[in-house]
Protein backbone atom coordinates (compact mmCIF):
# COMPACT_ATOMS: atom_id res chain seq x y z
CA UNK A 1 0.00 0.00 0.00
CA UNK A 2 2.79 2.52 0.47
CA UNK A 3 4.95 1.48 -1.89
CA UNK A 4 5.26 2.09 -6.19
CA UNK A 5 2.77 3.79 -7.35
CA UNK A 6 0.46 4.37 -4.50
CA UNK A 7 3.74 6.32 -3.06
CA UNK A 8 2.43 9.13 -5.75
CA UNK A 9 -1.13 8.50 -4.54
CA UNK A 10 -0.90 9.55 -1.09
CA UNK A 11 1.21 12.72 -2.03
CA UNK A 12 -0.91 13.57 -4.66
CA UNK A 13 -4.23 12.90 -1.89
CA UNK A 14 -2.04 14.92 0.86
CA UNK A 15 -1.51 18.14 -1.54
CA UNK A 16 -4.81 18.33 -2.51
CA UNK A 17 -6.21 17.71 0.66
CA UNK A 18 -4.75 20.66 1.93
CA UNK A 19 -5.63 23.26 -0.37
CA UNK A 20 -9.15 21.68 -0.35
CA UNK A 21 -9.77 22.37 3.22
CA UNK A 22 -7.88 25.52 3.43
CA UNK A 23 -10.13 26.75 0.08
CA UNK A 24 -12.93 25.29 0.87
CA UNK A 25 -13.53 26.95 4.64
CA UNK A 26 -13.81 30.23 2.44
CA UNK A 27 -16.08 28.64 0.10
CA UNK A 28 -18.51 27.67 2.84
CA UNK A 29 -18.12 30.99 4.53
CA UNK A 30 -19.17 32.48 1.12
CA UNK A 31 -21.78 30.10 0.59
CA UNK A 32 -20.52 29.86 -3.04
CA UNK A 33 -20.79 26.31 -2.96
CA UNK A 34 -22.56 26.45 -6.19
CA UNK A 35 -19.31 28.48 -8.41
CA UNK A 36 -17.49 26.00 -6.73
CA UNK A 37 -18.69 23.22 -7.98
CA UNK A 38 -19.30 25.07 -11.65
CA UNK A 39 -15.83 25.85 -12.37
CA UNK A 40 -14.34 22.37 -11.95
CA UNK A 41 -17.39 20.58 -13.98
CA UNK A 42 -17.25 22.76 -16.37
CA UNK A 43 -13.50 23.40 -17.15
CA UNK A 44 -12.99 20.17 -18.63
CA UNK A 45 -14.20 21.47 -21.84
CA UNK A 46 -11.35 23.43 -21.82
CA UNK A 47 -8.85 20.08 -21.05
CA UNK A 48 -11.45 18.72 -24.43
CA UNK A 49 -10.65 21.73 -26.74
CA UNK A 50 -6.84 21.85 -25.79
CA UNK A 51 -6.64 18.33 -26.98
CA UNK A 52 -8.49 18.91 -30.04
CA UNK A 53 -6.03 21.69 -31.31
CA UNK A 54 -3.64 19.60 -30.13
CA UNK A 55 -1.78 21.44 -26.78
CA UNK A 56 -1.68 20.80 -23.37
CA UNK A 57 -4.64 20.16 -21.89
CA UNK A 58 -3.57 21.88 -18.66
CA UNK A 59 -3.10 25.18 -20.68
CA UNK A 60 -6.96 24.38 -21.33
CA UNK A 61 -7.93 23.77 -18.12
CA UNK A 62 -6.51 26.78 -16.58
CA UNK A 63 -7.90 28.87 -19.35
CA UNK A 64 -11.41 27.64 -18.95
CA UNK A 65 -11.44 28.35 -15.33
CA UNK A 66 -9.87 31.56 -14.76
CA UNK A 67 -12.47 32.46 -17.50
CA UNK A 68 -15.76 31.05 -15.58
CA UNK A 69 -14.41 32.43 -12.29
CA UNK A 70 -13.53 35.78 -13.80
CA UNK A 71 -16.79 35.37 -15.60
CA UNK A 72 -19.36 34.44 -12.98
CA UNK A 73 -17.88 36.63 -10.62
CA UNK A 74 -18.51 39.95 -12.96
CA UNK A 75 -21.66 38.62 -14.38
CA UNK A 76 -23.04 38.10 -10.96
CA UNK A 77 -22.90 41.87 -9.83
CA UNK A 78 -25.36 42.81 -11.87
CA UNK A 79 -27.70 40.16 -11.87
CA UNK A 80 -28.94 36.99 -9.60
CA UNK A 81 -25.93 35.27 -9.34
CA UNK A 82 -27.07 31.33 -9.05
CA UNK A 83 -28.89 32.31 -12.62
CA UNK A 84 -25.07 33.46 -14.08
CA UNK A 85 -22.95 30.59 -12.26
CA UNK A 86 -25.88 28.18 -13.91
CA UNK A 87 -25.66 29.67 -17.19
CA UNK A 88 -21.55 29.21 -16.94
CA UNK A 89 -21.82 25.95 -16.54
CA UNK A 90 -24.57 25.23 -19.13
CA UNK A 91 -22.41 27.53 -21.51
CA UNK A 92 -19.02 25.14 -20.69
CA UNK A 93 -20.71 21.60 -20.48
CA UNK A 94 -22.39 22.41 -24.28
CA UNK A 95 -18.87 23.74 -25.43
CA UNK A 96 -17.22 20.32 -23.66
CA UNK A 97 -19.55 18.39 -25.89
CA UNK A 98 -19.07 20.24 -28.97
CA UNK A 99 -15.50 19.51 -28.73
CA UNK A 100 -15.69 16.26 -27.72
CA UNK A 101 -18.00 15.73 -30.96
CA UNK A 102 -15.00 16.81 -32.79
CA UNK A 103 -12.65 13.91 -31.60
CA UNK A 104 -12.29 10.30 -31.13
CA UNK A 105 -9.53 10.03 -28.88
CA UNK A 106 -10.39 12.00 -26.10
CA UNK A 107 -13.56 10.50 -24.72
CA UNK A 108 -11.71 7.82 -22.12
CA UNK A 109 -9.99 10.54 -20.46
CA UNK A 110 -13.73 12.17 -19.65
CA UNK A 111 -14.02 9.44 -16.78
CA UNK A 112 -10.88 10.56 -14.87
CA UNK A 113 -11.28 14.25 -15.49
CA UNK A 114 -14.60 13.76 -14.31
CA UNK A 115 -14.11 11.02 -11.31
CA UNK A 116 -9.99 11.40 -11.11
CA UNK A 117 -7.77 8.64 -11.18
CA UNK A 118 -5.93 9.36 -8.35
CA UNK A 119 -4.18 5.82 -7.99
CA UNK A 120 -2.57 6.52 -11.65
CA UNK A 121 -0.81 9.58 -10.98
CA UNK A 122 2.39 9.53 -12.42
CA UNK A 123 5.74 11.53 -10.54
CA UNK A 124 6.00 14.39 -13.12
CA UNK A 125 2.53 15.46 -12.22
CA UNK A 126 3.06 15.87 -8.73
CA UNK A 127 5.34 18.82 -8.66
CA UNK A 128 2.90 21.05 -10.75
CA UNK A 129 0.23 20.49 -8.37
CA UNK A 130 2.48 21.05 -5.54
CA UNK A 131 3.40 24.52 -6.91
CA UNK A 132 0.11 25.55 -7.74
CA UNK A 133 -1.40 23.97 -4.17
CA UNK A 134 1.57 26.64 -2.79
CA UNK A 135 0.11 29.57 -4.64
CA UNK A 136 -3.53 28.76 -3.64
CA UNK A 137 -2.70 28.48 -0.08
CA UNK A 138 -0.32 31.60 -0.45
CA UNK A 139 -3.31 33.31 -1.72
CA UNK A 140 -5.76 32.78 0.82
CA UNK A 141 -3.39 33.66 3.72
CA UNK A 142 -2.46 37.06 1.95
CA UNK A 143 -6.05 37.87 1.29
CA UNK A 144 -7.27 36.08 4.93
CA UNK A 145 -8.35 38.87 6.90
CA UNK A 146 -10.15 40.64 4.14
CA UNK A 147 -11.40 37.02 3.08
CA UNK A 148 -12.94 36.45 6.22
CA UNK A 149 -14.61 40.24 7.28
CA UNK A 150 -16.53 40.11 3.59
CA UNK A 151 -17.60 36.58 4.38
CA UNK A 152 -18.81 37.43 7.70
CA UNK A 153 -20.22 40.89 7.36
CA UNK A 154 -20.02 41.91 4.10
CA UNK A 155 -21.95 45.65 4.55
CA UNK A 156 -19.35 46.06 7.64
CA UNK A 157 -16.47 45.39 5.29
CA UNK A 158 -17.75 47.97 2.80
CA UNK A 159 -17.79 50.67 4.98
CA UNK A 160 -14.58 50.26 6.19
CA UNK A 161 -13.39 50.61 2.85
CA UNK A 162 -12.67 46.96 1.75
CA UNK A 163 -13.22 46.26 -2.06
CA UNK A 164 -15.74 43.29 -1.50
CA UNK A 165 -15.86 43.25 -5.26
CA UNK A 166 -12.16 42.57 -5.60
CA UNK A 167 -12.34 40.48 -3.14
CA UNK A 168 -14.90 38.05 -4.64
CA UNK A 169 -12.99 38.09 -7.87
CA UNK A 170 -9.97 37.33 -6.34
CA UNK A 171 -10.85 34.21 -4.97
CA UNK A 172 -12.89 33.28 -7.63
CA UNK A 173 -9.80 33.01 -9.59
CA UNK A 174 -8.17 31.25 -6.36
CA UNK A 175 -10.63 28.43 -6.73
CA UNK A 176 -10.08 28.61 -10.47
CA UNK A 177 -6.54 27.74 -9.61
CA UNK A 178 -7.12 24.96 -7.24
CA UNK A 179 -9.22 23.40 -10.27
CA UNK A 180 -6.64 23.88 -12.25
CA UNK A 181 -4.03 21.98 -10.21
CA UNK A 182 -6.51 19.14 -8.92
CA UNK A 183 -8.93 17.90 -11.61
CA UNK A 184 -6.45 16.59 -14.01
CA UNK A 185 -5.65 14.07 -11.32
CA UNK A 186 -8.24 13.87 -8.94
CA UNK A 187 -11.36 14.53 -11.16
CA UNK A 188 -13.91 17.67 -10.49
CA UNK A 189 -16.24 15.50 -8.38
CA UNK A 190 -13.64 14.59 -6.09
CA UNK A 191 -11.90 18.21 -5.44
CA UNK A 192 -16.13 19.96 -5.21
CA UNK A 193 -16.63 17.21 -2.84
CA UNK A 194 -13.52 18.44 -0.74
CA UNK A 195 -14.47 21.67 -0.63
CA UNK A 196 -17.87 21.31 0.59
CA UNK A 197 -18.07 18.39 3.01
CA UNK A 198 -14.53 18.91 4.99
CA UNK A 199 -15.03 22.61 5.67
CA UNK A 200 -18.80 22.25 6.41
CA UNK A 201 -18.27 19.69 9.20
CA UNK A 202 -15.88 22.06 10.56
CA UNK A 203 -17.22 24.86 10.70
CA UNK A 204 -20.43 22.42 12.71
CA UNK A 205 -17.58 22.05 15.29
CA UNK A 206 -16.64 25.47 16.55
CA UNK A 207 -16.92 29.02 15.40
CA UNK A 208 -12.91 30.23 15.59
CA UNK A 209 -12.13 31.20 12.21
CA UNK A 210 -8.62 29.72 12.50
CA UNK A 211 -9.74 26.21 14.35
CA UNK A 212 -12.41 25.78 11.71
CA UNK A 213 -9.34 26.69 8.60
CA UNK A 214 -7.48 23.57 10.54
CA UNK A 215 -9.95 21.19 11.12
CA UNK A 216 -10.80 21.49 7.52
CA UNK A 217 -7.94 20.84 6.55
CA UNK A 218 -7.57 17.70 9.16
CA UNK A 219 -10.70 16.14 8.25
CA UNK A 220 -10.32 16.81 4.75
CA UNK A 221 -6.55 14.65 5.01
CA UNK A 222 -8.14 11.96 7.37
CA UNK A 223 -11.29 11.24 4.24
CA UNK A 224 -8.62 11.37 1.84
CA UNK A 225 -6.25 8.90 3.86
CA UNK A 226 -9.16 6.64 4.54
CA UNK A 227 -10.62 6.50 1.23
CA UNK A 228 -7.06 5.59 -0.58
CA UNK A 229 -6.51 2.73 2.16
CA UNK A 230 -10.10 1.46 1.58
CA UNK A 231 -10.15 1.64 -2.28
CA UNK A 232 -6.81 0.08 -2.16
CA UNK A 233 -8.43 -2.95 -0.37
CA UNK A 234 -11.66 -3.47 -1.56
CA UNK A 235 -10.81 -2.21 -5.34
CA UNK A 236 -13.58 0.10 -5.51
CA UNK A 237 -13.53 3.83 -6.92
CA UNK A 238 -11.88 6.37 -4.19
CA UNK A 239 -14.06 9.32 -5.44
CA UNK A 240 -16.83 6.91 -3.84
CA UNK A 241 -15.47 6.54 -0.64
CA UNK A 242 -14.32 10.42 -0.57
CA UNK A 243 -17.87 11.46 -1.53
CA UNK A 244 -19.46 9.31 1.21
CA UNK A 245 -17.20 9.51 3.79
CA UNK A 246 -17.78 13.64 3.24
CA UNK A 247 -21.33 13.17 3.40
CA UNK A 248 -20.92 11.13 6.62
CA UNK A 249 -18.53 13.54 8.19
CA UNK A 250 -21.11 16.47 7.76
CA UNK A 251 -23.37 14.47 9.54
CA UNK A 252 -21.62 13.75 12.43
CA UNK A 253 -20.37 17.21 12.75
CA UNK A 254 -24.16 18.54 13.01
CA UNK A 255 -25.06 15.72 15.69
CA UNK A 256 -22.38 16.86 17.18
CA UNK A 257 -23.04 20.49 17.37
CA UNK A 258 -26.62 19.63 17.98
CA UNK A 259 -25.41 17.97 21.17
CA UNK A 260 -23.30 20.69 22.65
CA UNK A 261 -26.40 22.36 21.80
CA UNK A 262 -28.78 20.73 24.21
Known amino acids: MFTGFMVNAWEIATIVAIVAGVVGFFVVMRGAA ?54 ALVMMLALGAAFLSQSTQYEPEIFSLLFGEVLGVSSGEILPVAILGLVCVAGVLVLYRPLLLTSMVPDIAEARGVKTFRIEMAFLVIVACATTMTVPVVGALLIFTLMIGPPAAARCLTDRPGLAVAGSVIISLVIVWASIAVSYETNWPVGFFVGTLSAAGYGLGRGVAAWRGR
Open 34 to 87: FPAHAIPNGAFAGAAGANLIGINPLVGLGVFSVGAALGIGSLSRRGRPDAVTAL
